[in-house]
Structures are given as C-alpha cells and as structure tokens.
C-alpha cells in the first residue's frame, strides 16, 4: 500500500526583492522544525525557490504570530522584509481586517500597517547592541562600521564602489568571523546623496547576498544616520529595488517602509 501524502497551500510573495514562501499555518498544519522540508522546498531548481518561509500562526497576546525560517532551514529571530510580506498575506487571510496589525516574533511584538505612499510600514521594535563589537580587525576597506543588533546582528561598512564590491567574499568571511557567537549579516553601503544610500547585504542563513535584507536596511540607515546626523527619511536603493526608513532624532521610533507584492499561489 503506498502511503498517502499530505498537501500544502502556499503562497509565493516578494518584498523588494526578498521573496517567501508563505503558509497559513493558524491550525499547526506543520512544523516549523521541519528543517529538512523548508531546506527543499526554499531551492530554487528544485523547489519553489525562496529567500525564507513565514508561517502565519495564532497568538494568545496579538493578531497573529510569524515565524521565519530561513532558506537553510533554521529558525531564525526576526525578518524586516518578511514581516511586511506577512502582514499583507493576513490582511488578505484574516477575517478581521485592520489598517495596523500587531504579531508576534519570536523575541517580541511589532506592529505593521498598510501606508498610502510606502505600502506597508514595519515599525522596528528591537535596536540594541550598538558598537557593542570593535570591527575594525575585519578585513574590510571601510570609511565607516558599525556593528548592531535590528532583530538580528548586523555588521555595517560604508564602502567605495559598491557596484565592484565583492559582497559575496567579504560578506562571508564576515558572518563566519569569530567575533559573533552566532554569526552576522554584512552590509555594505555607499551614500548616494544627502539621505539616499545604495546597499548591499550578505545574508546569515541564506548564506549569500540577497537582492534586499529588512533588517539589514534599518541597520544601515541608523549607522549612516549616527555618522552624518541624518535626522529624517533614509532612502534606500537595494538590488530589489527602493525602501525607506523612517525615524526620530532618538530613534525610539523607526519605520521600515516598502512594497510588497503577491507573485503567485500554489500547491506542493
């Protein structure tokens, strides 16, 4: 007798350039352990071809609770890009509708609401561990670094030419660097203009650059704003495409801004 198998609904979103694999999971149809599972299904010849997966799942304590893992399999704290891309598949999922929808994560509750200009703005709750790390034994041409945690550690560098830069070489022997217990995320960065940066990031558990990094933006965006006073709107050109990060002169509130696009539904 040849046992049956079980089928999966997902959904296929992008959010410049970040793209997931998203499931409707509020019934605990899977698990997010399932490492092996989220490894295949995250390849791109193979499988449906992703940077992570969300899992929509109930909360006690908000409107719903994400959970992300990333390509390799692993559960990992916290996505920018990823928690804009949910929060556009619950406004669809959800019977209740909300102009700003409040979930949980894994280290704490954000809140996140469809924007007019943006698309959906993330308010980034958790901005801790500044310069706690001294990068400067990094072997990195830089202006300027800065290391930081944005729900996930980050490492900063504003660099020349980023276009040539050689994101994957450098980023790497960054994350692998055992400066970090558990690894980091490398960014680098070029000012364009008063307010308008050009990034690019390696990313932790994808294990190589990514077209865009929520996190990784909003970590860039504080370093450059502490180096050069910056107290308003960061424009951010990714290989994804455009975000914004929004703050106060204290940074007690910062927004992570930008589109999100449905790409299809299917079933594996």
Known sequence: MTKSKKSLDFTKMNAT???????????????????????????????????????????????????????????????????????????????????????????????????????????????????????????????????????????????????EFPVFEKGRAVRYNPLFINGSNANFYEVIKLGHLRVRTYERGVENETLSCGTG??????AAAKKYSWEKEIVIETLGGRLAVLFNKDLSDIYLCGNVDKVFEGKV
């Not at 509750?109 to 310069?131: F, H, N, S």
């Not at 990195?140 to 660099?159: A, Q």
């Not at 933006?217 to 504080?222: D, R």
Request: proline residues 1%; glycine residues 8%.
């Open 17 to 163: 350039g970040n793209d997931f694999i998203v499931i409707d999971n509020r019934e605990n149809i899977v698990s997010a352990t399932e490492r092996t599972l989220w490894k295949k299904l995250c390849l791109l010849k193979s499988g449906i071809g992703a940077d992570g997966v969300l899992l929509l799942e109930k909360s006690s304590k908000a409107d719903f609770k994400m959970r992300y893992i990333n390509s390799d399999g692993g559960e990992v704290e916290m996505c920018g890009n990823g928690a804009r891309a949910i929060t556009a598949f619950a406004n669809h999922k959800l019977e209740v509708k909300k102009e700003i929808y409040i979930f949980e994560t894994m280290n704490g509750i954000y809140q996140c609401g469809i924007d007019p200009v943006y698309g959906y703005r993330l308010k980034m709750t958790e901005l801790y561990d500044i310069a706690k790390i001294d990068l400067s034994s990094l072997d990195v041409e830089n202006s300027h670094s800065l290391y930081l945690n944005t729900g996930v550690p980050h490492c900063v560098f504003e660099v020349n030419n980023i276009r």
């Open 217 to 222: 933006v909003t970590a860039t965006a504080i």
